[in-house]
């Protein structure tokens, strides 16, 4: 099925190691995105790309770095994970048609830092 | 300053109650998007709206553009609609949101 595919789903990481979220989508979209979710305080963004190429800095970038490798994928590093990225992390890709963006989320991936 | 936001934060209701959650938001928007995640589960669109109303089975989402204002109705509530429901909107080039409405029906 069309989506948007992100992995790992769940991960568990020592204070200062380093790893990398992986999101791949096909449903030809330009923009792709990276959030967070924590208990209330909803999606924050933490990078976004509008476009193959490009990337650029969302609400809470720090600690984290993004590769756009291409049009399909889009990557999120933590070089080096504190307990405060401890998160439910969503990839989002959205295009625009007929005058609206849709917007289609990954299946979310849980990290617990310790 | 939250450019998008919800009412209630959460609401318990009967099973077969009528339910309304409410978004309002502050920005310019070209759609706003109704999303349900269920508990630890993912994020789903249920409706991209950019005017009047749309309807899906038991839910129905309205917009009023000039009021900057949304609902999310849900008819004949059910234990499996127990979610939180996020409103969404596209403004310049990202998504706003606001922090969800986490829904539950008691049997």
Redesign the interface.
């Known amino acids: 099925n069309a989506g948007v595919t992100q992995t790992p789903k769940f991960q568990v990481l020592k204070t200062g190691q380093s790893m990398t979220l992986q999101c791949a989508q096909d449903m030809n979209h330009n923009?792709m995105?990276w959030y967070r979710q924590d208990p209330?305080?909803?999606?924050r963004?933490i990078y976004?790309s509008?476009s193959e190429g490009t990337t650029d800095k969302?609400e809470v970038p720090n600690g984290y770095n993004v590769s756009r490798l291409n049009k399909r994928e889009f990557s999120l590093r933590l070089e080096s994970a504190a307990p405060s990225q401890t998160s439910v992390y969503?990839c989002?890709s959205?295009e625009r048609f007929s005058?609206?963006?849709?917007?289609?989320?990954?299946?979310?991936s849980r990290l617990t830092v310790l | 300053k939250n450019e998008v936001e919800q009412s209630p934060q959460n609401l318990t209701a009967q099973e077969g109650e009528f339910i309304t959650i409410n978004c309002s938001y502050s920005v310019g928007i070209?759609?706003l998007?109704w999303?349900q995640q269920h508990p630890g589960?993912?994020?789903?669109?249920l409706f991209?709206l950019?005017s009047g109303k749309k309807k899906h089975g038991r839910l129905i989402a309205t917009i009023n553009i000039q009021e900057k204002h949304s609902s999310l109705h849900i008819t004949a509530s059910h234990p499996r609609d127990s979610a939180v429901y996020?409103c969404?909107v596209?403004s310049g080039?990202?998504?706003y949101?606001?922090?969800?409405t986490s829904l539950t029906v008691i049997p």
């Open positions: 923009s995105y209330g305080m909803g999606l963004l976004y509008a969302g969503f989002a959205s005058g609206a963006n849709v917007l289609t989320f990954g299946a979310g | 070209s759609a998007h999303l589960g993912g994020i789903v669109s991209m950019s996020i969404a596209y080039n990202q998504f949101f606001g922090t969800g």
